[in-house]
């Protein structure tokens, strides 16, 4: 073992120390001595186990440590970073060193026979091998243990029950439960598992928490978007073709006692408001009502009375959206006609299911196996596009690229469905057909392209002729035993005298060094545990979605390299989207699950989640339109060149809260704040310097002054900071800090002999100001403080953060924890909102009543606003988490009156509500767009 002594530790990095204060106290619980704690990739989680276990060696040397690792790679990682850090520590299942590192797989060893056994009242220990059996009570043994298991979502995954008996058994000992997957990721009963063996999160940091303090490398999420190869589109043309003419089918009259149209209409626009509300039938059936909202965005179902669309229902109906409908049709009146046009119908859409991945069965519409989805995800382009992204990147940064491309397997399956015969074949979708794309590619071949799996290392025979002689100088004993192979082509082989077990190490090395700048492996085998400090790029070309794998696989390229300080990384997903086919969207929402609880930073510099992050443009809800794709990419492609753009963006070494706060972005009809290009205008909410009650109106702006010596002409409209901002009412001004109407007329004297027009035209412009809509950031302070009043969330409106965009896009957060964020988020949301069947309704006063005559003094102008009367009413839902009582809905009702004016609260379960309600179920006055992201701050 290395003598300590000689050795160079680094410092704890600040989340390592956090982590270990947090696990400290953790393990002074005497009767719970367990902790879950969560380290993104290459923020050190072995450290954080290691120094642990060393302290409770120190603490107490007659404990013996024992980590559990998903696989002998990092089982390999422990046992070295241990004995860096003077740790005696060993694979021996024997126990015998202080620490033992072992993988998952040696405990849950299962006995054949014992494993068939369909007893459910056998333990999973009773059907482990002897072997497996003999390590369990090895450890259970030990009067003073400490375990860690290191990335405990696998033992979630595959050997939950071996977990928890496991745990039973040695009920006392310190549990230290790793893992770099977000607890959200996890399914509903492998969280609760965890709920129950660990309990609550001890301790977690994000990546860019990590990015920032310098011990991630900045990076750049990417795409490079493209259309399948043109045999594969003719096939998808001629896929489509059945679904295209049963769509047509749809709008021939007669088709079907009731047409599919007609049905729609009947389900979803007919009952309202007639028989129930938009929000009820929303409530009750969510997704078909959600379809039925991008139907009539496609102008294909009118829209119903209170339903208001959201970003999710602004595009195009997709095949789900139709299966979805058709299938509420099929099962709840064609199936069940006698009517024989009805059975028709039946056997048209039964046959032309299978096109989209469906099939009918007696229970109604279920999904089937779709080659659509095959075509798209291994498409030929895929690997074409990867050539692309790698030369364009070798270019920008040149020998130091260091490209990582990652699939599914070195070789698909070895069947093709007999339909795809001519479009794709056994190799399609490969790590081997990857490969051959880059070696076909001139660009590419000259960076010696490395294929590696945990059966085969091929590359061009010139290229293993160096790997080997690479070898031989690290082990020449090796190097003597290896065999290179001519393959097809120009892939030729190595595996010959060695196993994965060896080659990966020594390729790993041979990739570091620059030998070959491109490595094309499996995400199995270059995901979890392995370690190239030198990426630069990641090529994504896997179909693995979940947040679990994405973290894992981003984590590759994250890592930083003490040979490149300003190393950055980029990290690609290759998106294959076809128009010709209703499917064809399938690989975009690929993409769309794989960053979903994923952060980066878009173009803004704001660290969210979402494909949001990638290009701003870009909607979970739909892809781009494919005539975009050609500068979409050429846009990526300057983005990944600009290293500097990229590491600026991220800010490392800046203050940060490591949260996650929902925002909502808002773009109103009209702006009332104008924003400078490349500019963010941060708004302070104020409230009215007005207020317009039923029985008159009462200001506190103060009424101007007359005088005949400094001449002052009153602007018709507003005079703003150069000249240039307009505003439709006094929160906007003063937010802004612009100055208008009343601020000019407040701060100067009217002169002139038309003093009497001035003082009249002021009054009018006071009482013009009572018409429209009230500023947004007036209403979210009012459900700011209506919330913290009922005791929803921490903060109130002091806690509140706007931002005016260029564009005029507002941006809305409340500055609380994540709850009260995502609780704001929501209700702001419903708040500016149409009038859906909210159980209170909140009102304003408008339209307040100008003289008729002329106002000749201060006297008379205020006497004329005291007088004013207001002859209309306007109505704004109350947010459902502050209707559901009326003790909430009054504490949004005082808080509505502080920022936005006078107004009443009405239940809508009462005659009067009820009324109102129907009267005016389905207005929007804010007609604003809103979208909802999630940003780390």
């Not at 991630?216 to 399948?228: I, Q």
């Not at 070798?394 to 599914?408: F, K, S, W």
Request: charge should be negative; hydrophobic fraction near 45%; proline fraction near 6%.
């Amino acid at each position: 073992m290395p003598d300590p002594h000689t050795l160079t530790v680094p410092p704890l990095r600040i989340h390592q120390r956090e982590a270990l204060a947090a696990l400290a106290g953790a393990w002074d619980d005497a009767e719970h001595p367990r902790a879950w704690v969560v380290l993104p990739p290459g923020a050190g989680k072995t450290r954080v186990g290691l120094e642990a276990v060393a302290a409770e060696l120190r603490a107490h040397p007659d404990t013996r440590a024992v980590v559990l690792a998903p696989n002998t790679a990092i089982q390999s990682q422990w046992i070295a970073e241990a004995q860096t850090l003077g740790l005696d520590a060993s694979d021996d299942k024997s126990l015998a060193s202080p620490l033992t590192c072992l993988t998952y797989q040696s405990l849950a060893v299962f006995d054949s026979e014992a494993a068939d056994d369909d007893d459910s009242t056998t333990t999973v220990v009773d059907r482990l091998h002897p072997n497996g059996v003999a390590l369990f009570d090895r450890i259970r043994a030990e009067p003073r243990l400490v375990l860690v298991l290191d990335e405990c979502h696998h033992l979630l995954e595959v050997w939950g029950r071996l977990l928890a008996e496991l745990l039973e058994a040695v009920d006392r000992a310190h549990v230290l439960a790793l893992t770099a997957t977000p607890p959200e990721s996890l399914a509903g009963e492998q969280r609760a598992l965890v709920d129950q063996l660990f309990g609550s999160i001890r301790y977690r940091v994000s990546v860019p928490a990590v990015v920032k303090e310098g011990h991630l490398a900045p990076f750049d999420e990417l795409v490079w978007l493209t259309t399948p190869t043109p045999t594969e589109e003719d096939w998808l043309t001629s896929e489509a073709l059945r679904f295209t003419e049963l769509t047509t089918l749809l709008t021939t009259p007669g088709f079907g006692s009731v047409g599919f149209y007609e049905w729609l209409t009947a389900r979803f626009v007919e009952p309202v408001p007639a028989t129930t509300t938009w929000a009820a039938l929303a409530e009750r059936e969510p997704d078909l009502c959600d379809s039925a909202l991008r139907m009539h965005h496609a102008g294909l179902l009118a829209l119903p009375v209170g339903a208001r669309l959201r970003e999710e229902h602004r595009h195009a109906p997709s095949a789900e959206d139709w299966v979805r409908l058709l299938g509420d049709w099929l099962l709840h009146h064609v199936a069940e006609s006698d009517n024989p046009a009805d059975a028709e119908v039946l056997a048209v859409v039964k046959a032309a299911l299978p096109s989209v991945g469906y099939q009918w069965t007696r229970r109604g519409v279920r999904r089937g196996r779709s080659t659509v989805e095959r075509v798209l995800a291994r498409s030929y382009a895929k690997p074409g596009a990867a050539a692309q992204i790698i030369a364009a990147e070798h270019a920008a940064i040149g020998e130091r690229t260091r490209a990582l491309v990652l699939c599914d397997h070195e070789r698909a399956s070895a069947t093709v469905p007999v339909t795809l015969a001519g479009v794709l074949d056994a190799e399609a979708g490969s790590a081997l057909a990857a490969l051959d794309a880059l070696l076909a590619d001139p660009d590419t071949a000259l960076l010696h392209p490395m294929l590696v799996t945990g059966s085969v290392v091929a590359a061009s025979e010139a290229t293993l002729r160096d790997l080997v002689a690479f070898v031989a100088d690290r082990d020449l004993d090796l190097a003597a035993k290896l065999v290179i192979e001519a393959g097809a082509g120009a892939v030729s082989t190595c595996t010959s005298g060695w196993t994965s077990r060896t080659w990966v190490g020594h390729v790993t090395a041979f990739f570091e060094a620059g030998r070959t700048q491109v490595l094309v492996g499996t995400r199995g085998l270059l995901g979890e545990g392995w370690n190239a400090r030198g990426v630069s790029t990641l090529i994504d070309l896997t179909t693995a979605t979940t947040l679990t794998a994405v973290v894992q696989t981003r984590g590759r390229a994250l890592r930083t390299d003490p040979t490149w300080p300003d190393k950055v990384a980029t990290n690609w997903t290759v998106v294959c989207v076809s128009e010709a086919h209703l499917k064809g969207d399938n690989d975009w929402f690929r993409l769309v699950r794989k960053h979903q609880g994923f952060h980066g930073v878009d173009a803004d510099g704001d660290i969210v989640d979402g494909v949001a992050h990638i290009e701003a443009s870009f909607s979970p809800y739909a892809p781009p339109p494919v005539a975009s794709f050609d500068a979409l990419n050429a846009r990526m492609l300057v983005a990944a060149a600009d290293r500097d753009a990229i590491r600026e963006a991220w800010a490392v070494g800046e203050p940060y809260e490591d949260v996650t706060l929902t925002a909502l972005r808002v773009r109103p009809a009209t702006s009332p704040v104008v924003v400078p290009p490349d500019e963010v205008v941060a708004l302070t909410p104020a409230p009215p310097t007005w207020r317009l009650a039923s029985d008159g109106m009462t200001t506190d702006s103060p009424v101007p002054a007359t005088s005949w010596r400094t001449p002052l002409a009153l602007a018709a409209g507003t005079a703003g900071v150069g000249g240039a901002t307009t505003f439709v009412g006094p929160w906007a001004v003063a937010a802004a800090g612009t100055v208008g109407v009343l601020a000019t007329l407040g701060q100067a004297a009217v002169t002139g002999r038309d003093h009497a027009d001035t003082l009249t035209q002021w009054v009018r412009s006071q009482l013009a100001l009572t018409t429209g809509v009230p500023p947004l950031e007036a209403v979210a302070a009012a459900v700011a403080d209506g919330l913290a009043a009922a005791g929803l969330t921490s903060v109130g409106a002091p806690g509140l953060a706007v931002d005016v965009h260029p564009g005029g896009e507002y941006r809305f957060r409340l500055v609380g924890t994540e709850t009260d964020a995502e609780v704001f988020a929501v209700a702001f949301d419903e708040a500016i909102g149409p009038v859906g069947a909210p159980r209170y309704i909140v009102s304003r006063f408008t339209d307040a009543q100008a003289p008729d005559d002329p106002i000749r003094t201060r006297a008379g102008a205020r006497k004329a606003l005291q007088a004013a009367r207001a002859s209309a009413e306007a109505w704004h839902p109350v947010p459902t988490v502050l209707g559901r009582n009326a003790t909430s809905a009054n504490h949004y009702l005082a808080a509505w009156r502080r920022w936005v004016g006078e107004g009443r609260l009405l239940a809508a379960a009462k005659p009067e509500g009820a009324g109102i309600v129907a009267a005016v179920s389905g207005e929007d006055p804010f007609a604003a767009t809103t979208v909802m992201r999630r940003h780390w701050s």
